[in-house]
């Protein structure tokens, strides 16, 4: 395959890829992909620390998921800080608000603070929602200005074509993956067909939201290569060309990605 692929949210440390995780590595790689954003979801994870496996790039957040939100505290915090200290590439995520989980308070406390840190050490977000874009906005309204000019990416967007261009308006790229490859899901590819291409990243969720075809198994990076086909369709524009752009788009929200590119050329 001629086109580099990147892989903006893929749980690779997630224990589900403890047995064989350079397999799948190697697997995305066949399948194009160069390199692969590991959020963050509790402390001390990402669990895995390489910059690269099997020659795919690979770039790391730090956060609090609200999932784990019972295992959080506020110590937590002061870890993540210490991570973002200490890695100047470190993203601060994946971070959100979540309404199917339990303490409310808590989960916004959190995320007030984590988004504090991202203003403080100028690092984009990688922003998780479930049932709560409206709530992730009025707790973001205030710091939008401060954040870094990349502000960062909603993970698995989902929602109409209104909510989409309202996050990109407010400078953050959507996160597409699985998603779109489910025909039910008409909102959501209604809208990533209508915003600019630019606005879009890839991304799988792996081990988690697999693409159609897929179901009950473990999803992995190199269905990412599926995600941008759904998108190409979508769009009715060539794979090659949403490819390409798409690199760039990821690659940019990456300074020392952007500069190994430079390095290369």
């Excluded at 730090?62 to 100047?88: A, M, T």
């Excluded at 959190?110 to 977000?125: G, T, W």
């Excluded at 967007?157 to 909510?163: A, I, K, R």
């Excluded at 597409?176 to 600019?196: D, L, M, N, P, Q």
Aim: charged share 30%; hydrophobic share 35%; aromatic share 8%.
């Amino acid at each position: 395959m001629d086109n580099n692929l990147f892989d903006s949210h893929c749980h690779l440390d997630f224990e589900a890829f403890d047995d064989d995780r350079e397999e799948v590595v190697k697997r995305a790689y066949d399948k194009g992909i160069r390199a692969i954003f590991i959020p963050g979801t509790r402390r001390d994870t990402p669990r895995i620390r390489e910059s690269k496996i099997a020659d795919v790039d690979l770039y790391y957040a730090v956060g609090l998921h609200p999932y784990f939100i019972d295992e959080h505290n506020v110590e937590d915090v002061d870890w993540v800080e210490q991570q973002l200290q200490q890695h100047s590439d470190y993203w601060v995520g994946e971070i959100g608000l979540d309404q199917t989980c339990e303490n409310w308070d808590k989960q916004c406390e959190l995320f007030e603070q984590q988004v504090k840190l991202a203003v403080k050490y100028q690092r984009p977000l990688i922003l998780h929602h479930r049932k709560s874009q409206n709530d992730l906005l009025h707790c973001l309204k205030p710091y939008l200005d401060d954040l870094p000019q990349h502000k960062g990416i909603l993970h698995a967007f989902s929602g109409s074509s209104e909510q989409a261009q309202d996050w990109v308006s407010k400078g953050f790229k959507l996160g597409v993956g699985g998603t779109i490859t489910y025909s039910r899901a008409k909102k959501t590819r209604a809208a990533v067909r209508e915003v600019s291409l630019d606005a879009l990243v890839l991304e799988t969720d792996a081990p988690d939201m697999p693409v159609c075809g897929y179901q009950g198994e473990r999803n992995e990076p190199c269905h990412v290569a599926d995600v941008i086909a759904a998108l190409a369709e979508l769009r009715e524009e060539s794979f090659q060309d949403i490819a390409k752009q798409l690199w760039q788009t990821s690659r940019q929200l990456i300074p020392s990605a952007a500069t190994d590119d430079n390095a290369t050329c």
